[in-house]
């Protein structure tokens, strides 16, 4: 074939290459994958004139990689294991849909061994390094033996072959506590425990086995010395198939919870030129001890002095990618075709030039406010900061989309660029707070949790006005025939004969701020406008809502005062969103709609979301104390013991292993021993 001119966002003095290629050739690729990994890469494949092809389970039919794909396959139920964890069905979409590739994105089948293997027998270009890289650095043991010979620095711990209890806890205890306990396989912080003294290892152990059986079927472990308040720093690398391999500086994603990162930058705060010239070739030296091709990461933990250790290497791209691509002007997945098709790199590490700072924030389903729990359940009010060239969304959902049970709770990404590190996280506080959603950690996340998540300040009597007359003018759509009745009892109004217009009369209404009750006498004046008394102030409002890009506007003046904040009522909540911040004003819910309280049946443990519960450690019948651990709930790729509420007897055991309990269902019946001795004298 003729030469062709490789041509990168340019920065300074880039090298272009120019080649013949004619060994590969990739016009259609599979995406072996779900969600926003799957929308990144079908933007960089349709941008170079490739085909995409989406795979999806029952969960996904309808979608937004689904849709966005050229063309879409059906591979079975929900759960991952018999869907986008099932070689066989991936590989007979690859083959029934003429697909030149497959690209495993992140997670599922992305740093598998035999999945790479497999497409390479079928003839399908496997989007990623060779299965023996993915093979020596997906084991932790055999990788930190090839990273000491290869002059990669590395941290003491145990790698044997002998996994019984006795023994890795004998060299937890000669390791000294605390130590990290990890799957030898994976990533993505599965299988990772922190056992802090001898009295937990075992109860650590038996839970990061378990995780560690989900997440990849294997349960091998290895024992490490836990770095106290350490940061965890990573090199973007890239090898080709002709033994080129770069470094695309490093990224620092301390901040973590679960072991899972949340927030990103690039490069990392406070290092300096030579740390970073020592962490990009250490990171090179790496990739080519096992020959690696494609993109990947070598991860570092670094303590206080800047001196960094080997941690491990994902041998896939990763969540974070984008904040690299953001300081060097590339698009990583078009390297990644480029590179699987045969091509060289199209930079030497010259080439590439760092330029300014960029922050990704991760958008979870989960809930700060109750241990960061995963929410399972349909996003029903999104709205997000607009793109531009400095600002990115990554997403693979949209408004009114379910958010599954079955999968990682991360919906969508927030990238952000700026001139420095100051700028850049300018940018990242502005756009987070345009990014408003409502669904019905190393150690920083709870050292700063008071700063990240301040006890929200009580809403000014101006905000509950401004509350009180959106739930008025809703309440008048729903009485002029736009929704439902008034007379909904959900209604705070629903007492009252409904909408009245320039007729003056006085109405009472309670409202939920917070722990808090407040009283609101509301006056309609004739003028159309609202005298409202909230505690001795008597507050003079008007105001109107208005639509505007399918969003609701309250348009309102309080006692002079005008504001336009975002207006969303969902079920009983008004949500009131503005660039200072958001506001939520309940209506309280009669105790008949409330449904059963309390901790669940007979004073038991109830599911705290939905999930499968996979393991149950009790019986009818036994005594348990008060954080006895009851179940073991596997929900959205995370593992959750469920813990006795209080001292008692197991009476009943309401579900068994394999089963899925709803949030909120009563898991076992839990009586006090006095109860129990009452109920068998009867």
């Known amino acids: 074939m003729a030469a062709v001119i490789l041509s990168f966002p340019t920065l300074q003095g880039l090298r272009i290459f120019t080649q013949g290629f004619d060994n590969k050739r990739i016009e259609k690729v599979l995406i072996a994958n779900r969600g926003e990994i799957a929308c990144r890469v079908m933007r960089s494949a349709k941008k170079m004139g490739v085909r995409s092809v989406a795979v999806y389970s029952d969960a996904d039919k309808h979608s937004m990689h689904v849709a966005m794909a050229d063309e879409a396959y059906h591979i079975g139920p929900a759960p991952s294991q018999q869907s986008y964890l099932s070689m066989d069905k991936v590989l007979e979409v690859a083959k029934k849909s003429g697909s030149h590739a497959v690209h495993p994105g992140y997670g599922f089948l992305s740093e598998n061994t035999e999945f790479a293997e497999a497409c390479k027998q079928e003839g ?41 209890n006795e023994k890795l806890q004998a060299e937890a205890v000669r390791i000294g506590y605390p130590v990290m306990i990890k799957a030898v396989r994976g990533g993505g912080g599965k299988g990772m425990r922190i056992a802090r003294s001898d009295s937990d290892f075992l109860e650590q152990l038996e839970s990061a086995r378990r995780e560690a059986r989900k997440s990849f079927n294997d349960d091998v472990m290895l024992i490490e010395k836990f770095v106290e308040d350490p940061r965890h720093v990573e090199v973007q690398v890239f090898g080709d198939m002709h033994g080129n391999a770069v470094y695309l500086f490093e990224r620092d994603c301390s901040v973590q919870r679960r072991h899972q990162k949340i927030i990103e930058e690039a490069p990392g705060p406070g290092i300096s030129p030579e740390v970073r010239r020592k962490l990009g070739e250490a990171a090179v030296r790496a990739a080519k001890a096992v020959n690696y091709v494609g993109a990947g990461t070598v991860e570092f933990i670094m303590d206080a002095q800047h001196n960094f250790y080997f941690m491990e290497m994902n041998t896939r791209l990763q969540v974070e990618h984008p904040v690299s691509e953001m300081i060097t002007g590339t698009d990583l997945v078009e390297w990644q075709l480029r590179v699987a098709a045969g091509e060289r790199l199209p930079l030497l590490q010259e080439d590439i030039m760092l330029r300014g700072h960029s922050f990704e924030a991760r958008i979870y389903a989960e809930d700060p406010n109750n241990d960061f729990l995963p929410g399972a359940g349909p996003l029903l009010h999104l709205s997000t900061p607009s793109p531009d060239q400095h600002t990115r ?19 969508a990404k927030l990238v952000v660029w700026g001139e420095d590190r100051s700028a850049a996280l300018k940018k990242l506080r502005y756009c987070l707070r345009q990014y408003n959603l409502q669904q019905s950690i190393t150690s920083f996340i709870p050292q700063h949790y008071a700063d990240l998540f301040p006890t929200p300040k009580a809403p000014s009597g101006a905000t509950i006005c401004q509350a009180a007359l959106g739930l008025i003018l809703q309440e008048r759509n729903h009485t002029l025939g736009f929704t439902q009745s008034s007379t909904d009892p959900f209604s705070p109004f629903g007492s009252s004969s409904g909408w009245r217009n320039n007729i003056l009369f006085n109405r009472n209404v309670t409202l939920q701020v917070g722990d808090k009750k407040v009283d609101v006498v509301i006056m309609y004046n004739q003028d159309g406008s609202y005298s409202m008394q909230v505690g001795d102030e008597v507050n003079h409002v008007t105001g109107e809502v208005e639509m505007e890009g ?49 901790s669940g049946a007979q004073g038991g443990a109830v599911a705290p979301m939905t999930g499968t519960i996979e393991k149950v450690l009790v019986k009818a019948g036994d005594k348990v104390t008060v954080g006895d651990p009851l179940m073991v709930m596997i929900a959205m790729k995370m593992e959750h013991t469920i813990r006795a509420p209080k001292s008692g007897v197991i009476k009943k055991v309401l579900f068994s292993e394999g089963s899925q309990a709803n949030r909120h269902a009563p898991l076992v019946e839990l009586v006090e021993e006095e109860e129990q001795a009452e109920g068998s004298s009867q």
Do not use: W
């Not at 023996?132 to 590395?154: E, F, L, N, Q, Y």
């Open 393 to 411: 969304i990554e997403t693979g959902v949209r408004e009114g989309d379910e958010v599954s049970a079955h999968y990682d709770p991360m919906i």
């Open 124 to 164: 399908i270009i496997f989007i990623g390094p060779p299965s023996s890289a993915i093979r020596d650095m997906g084991i932790k043991s055999t990788s930190k033996h090839i990273m000491s010979a290869a002059g990669v620095p590395i941290i003491g711990g145990y790698h044997g072959e002998d996994q019984s």
């Open 550 to 598: 399918g969003a609701s506007f309250l348009h309102c003046t309080v006692n002079g005062v005008k504001s336009r904040p975002k207006l969303v009522i969902l079920d009983n909540t008004v949500h009131l969103f503005s660039t200072e911040g958001s506001s939520q004003v309940s209506v309280p819910v009669p105790k008949y709609r409330a449904g059963v309280g309390g």
